[in-house]
């Protein structure tokens, strides 16, 4: 091979490496901002959960009511973590399929420079 094709087929391998590092660094970014930002939608939409006591003064229907209040807050809680879940396996989804087509861009690109230098 020549020294031409060699620089090139250096330069091709190299770009395609910067672009996966590139591409890897954007990922993990976005992974963490978008964690980060779950994260501060839950405690921003948490609502704050009672403490039930029980003593000789409040009534067992008070009581009763109290813990049905509880839960029902537990149980919307449970479905907006649940939503939020669902919302990041999604972006994980779609992070991983272009991550996916950027690896087979540069392994193209890899085979292009391969099959043009030995002709």
Known sequence: MHTSTLNRMKHILGFGTLVGLILATFLVLSLRDANRLAAQDLTATTPPITQVTTSTNNSSSA????????????????????????????REAQYQQQLVQAVQIIQQLQRQSRSSGFR
């Open 63 to 90: 009581n009763q009511r109290a813990l049905e209040q509880q839960i029902s807050e537990l149980q919307a809680q449970n479905q907006q973590l649940r939503a939020d879940l669902q919302t990041m396996q999604d």
